[in-house]
C-alpha cells in the first residue's frame, strides 16, 4: 500500500530524493512520517509532514539537509536530502497515519512501505 523509493548509493555532500507513493489510500488524508534504520540500530525518526496544514517535524540530525513535501496530484510525499553524511547511511521507510498530529513513534504509524537504502559514502 505504500512504496518508497528512491534509495541509493551517493557521495558525501551529495543529495537525494526519496518518493513514497500509496496504492489505494489518497495520502494527503494521513501524516506521513520517515524513518531509517541502520544496521544494529534501532529504527529512527527522521521527519514528518502533517495531514492538516503540511506542518512538518524534523529530527535535529537531519533539520536543515532534508525537507518533507508533498504532492497530492500524484498522491506522493518527499524527502529531499542534502549534505548527506556517511551517517544518514541506512535503510528509509515511510509510514502513514491517519491523525492529523505529527508523531515521532514508529508505533503510532498505522501504515509501512519496504524501505529503500540510502548509502552515503565518505
Known amino acids: 500500500q505504500l512504496q518508497a523509493s528512491g534509495g541509493g548509493l551517493v557521495q558525501a555532500g551529495g543529495s537525494l530524493r526519496l518518493s513514497c507513493a500509496a496504492s489505494?489510500?489518497?495520502?494527503?488524508?494521513?501524516?506521513v512520517g520517515w524513518f531509517r534504520q541502520a544496521p544494529g540500530k534501532e529504527r529512527e525518526f527522521v521527519g514528518a509532514?502533517?495531514?492538516?496544514?503540511?506542518?512538518?517535524d524534523y529530527s535535529d540530525s537531519v533539520k536543515g539537509r532534508f525537507t518533507i513535501t508533498r504532492d497530492n496530484g500524484k498522491n506522493t510525499v518527499s524527502l529531499q536530502m542534502t549534505g548527506l553524511k556517511a551517517e544518514d547511511t541506512a535503510l528509509y521507510y515511510c509510514?502513514?497515519?491517519?491523525?492529523?498530529?505529527?508523531?515521532?513513534?514508529?508505533?503510532?504509524?498505522?501504515?509501512w512501505g519496504q524501505g529503500t537504502q540510502v548509502t552515503v559514502s565518505s
Open positions: 509532514i502533517s495531514s492538516n496544514f503540511g506542518t512538518t
Open positions: 509510514a502513514a497515519r491517519l491523525n492529523n498530529q505529527l508523531s515521532r513513534r514508529p508505533l503510532s504509524y498505522n501504515y
Open positions: 489505494g489510500r489518497i495520502l494527503s488524508s494521513y501524516t
